[in-house]
């Protein structure tokens, strides 16, 4: 990870510096706020390690500036000897993702940094545009699209789509759907196979080249028909 340590005690982000370079990560360290806010918005970091109390511009402010006018969203990590529950509620709203008292553990605060960084990028890959075929759909404005026409989908037909989309090429069986979509008060067989039926009128019906495939006894499937012939419902996922 490339972590950026906004700190002013020379010591405490040395030994963090240290530390950190020992993990194999790649640490860059600023003792004030203005000069912190300055590196988090001009470089990309994959974490960032943020004092409350700082000179220049105390943690809280340089998180807001970051989130609002840098319009980064970089994991935060704030460390501060203050330890009221007002303190640690005025960081989080400010935008850091977690907060750790001082005198923090030098491993503790790798261990956190490891599990910011991890959620950030499960976040980013689930806000990837999926793509089968001529077929999108974007997880961050729940839009679909087919070619250059957008189609507006139903709540379920929309959270089935993303789920075969997700899982394309493979089949996805019918009980996983089911589970996924409805939870524990699953619907019986008919209303499945009403929403897919909706849902290939939605995003096939009107187009030549068919993506949606029922595999009887299995699931369904998405994909285009020369992929479909080959995993001709063998591949179950």
């Given at each position: 990870?490339?972590?950026?340590?906004?700190?002013?005690?020379?010591?405490?982000?040395?030994?963090?510096?240290?530390?950190?370079?020992?993990?194999?990560?790649?640490?860059?360290?600023?003792?004030?706020g203005?000069?912190?806010?300055?590196?988090?918005?001009?470089?990309?970091?994959?974490?960032?390690?943020?004092?409350?109390?700082?000179?220049?511009?105390?943690?809280?402010?340089?998180?807001?500036?970051?989130?609002?006018?840098?319009?980064?969203?970089?994991?935060?990590?704030?460390?501060?000897?203050?330890?009221?529950?007002?303190?640690?509620i005025?960081?989080l709203?400010?935008?850091?993702?977690?907060?750790?008292?001082?005198?923090?553990?030098?491993?503790?605060?790798?261990?956190?940094?490891?599990?910011?960084?991890?959620?950030?990028c499960?976040?980013?890959?689930?806000?990837?545009?999926m793509?089968?075929?001529?077929?999108?759909?974007?997880?961050?404005?729940?839009?679909?699209?087919?070619?250059?026409?957008?189609?507006?989908?139903?709540?379920?037909?929309?959270?089935?789509?993303e789920?075969?989309?997700?899982?394309?090429p493979?089949?996805?069986?019918?009980?996983?759907?089911?589970?996924?979509?409805?939870?524990?008060?699953?619907?019986?067989?008919?209303?499945?196979?009403?929403?897919?039926?909706l849902?290939?009128?939605?995003?096939?019906?009107p187009?030549q080249?068919?993506?949606?495939?029922?595999?009887?006894?299995?699931?369904?499937?998405?994909?285009?028909?020369?992929?479909?012939?080959?995993?001709?419902?063998?591949?179950?996922?």
């Amino acid at each position: 990870m490339r972590v950026l340590i906004i700190e002013d005690n020379c010591d405490l982000a040395s030994n963090m510096f240290d530390f950190l370079e020992n993990k194999g990560h790649i640490p860059d360290a600023a003792g004030d706020g203005i000069t912190g806010l300055h590196l988090a918005i001009a470089n990309q970091y994959d974490a960032i390690v943020l004092d409350l109390m700082l000179p220049g511009m105390d943690g809280i402010t340089l998180c807001r500036k970051l989130r609002s006018e840098g319009g980064k969203t970089t994991p935060v990590l704030m460390i501060t000897g203050r330890d009221t529950l007002d303190d640690k509620i005025a960081g989080l709203e400010a935008g850091a993702d977690d907060y750790l008292i001082k005198p923090a553990e030098l491993r503790e605060v790798e261990l956190r940094l490891r599990v910011l960084y991890r959620r950030s990028c499960e976040y980013a890959q689930k806000q990837k545009t999926m793509v089968v075929e001529d077929l999108s759909l974007d997880p961050f404005t729940c839009s679909v699209r087919r070619g250059d026409k957008t189609i507006d989908l139903p709540p379920i037909s929309y959270r089935i789509l993303e789920m075969l989309m997700a899982r394309s090429p493979h089949v996805v069986k019918r009980d996983d759907i089911q589970r996924i979509v409805w939870g524990e008060g699953r619907p019986d067989s008919d209303s499945l196979r009403a929403h897919m039926h909706l849902l290939r009128d939605l995003i096939d019906k009107p187009y030549q080249q068919k993506l949606l495939h029922t595999l009887r006894g299995f699931g369904y499937q998405l994909a285009s028909p020369e992929i479909h012939s080959k995993y001709h419902g063998t591949n179950l996922s």
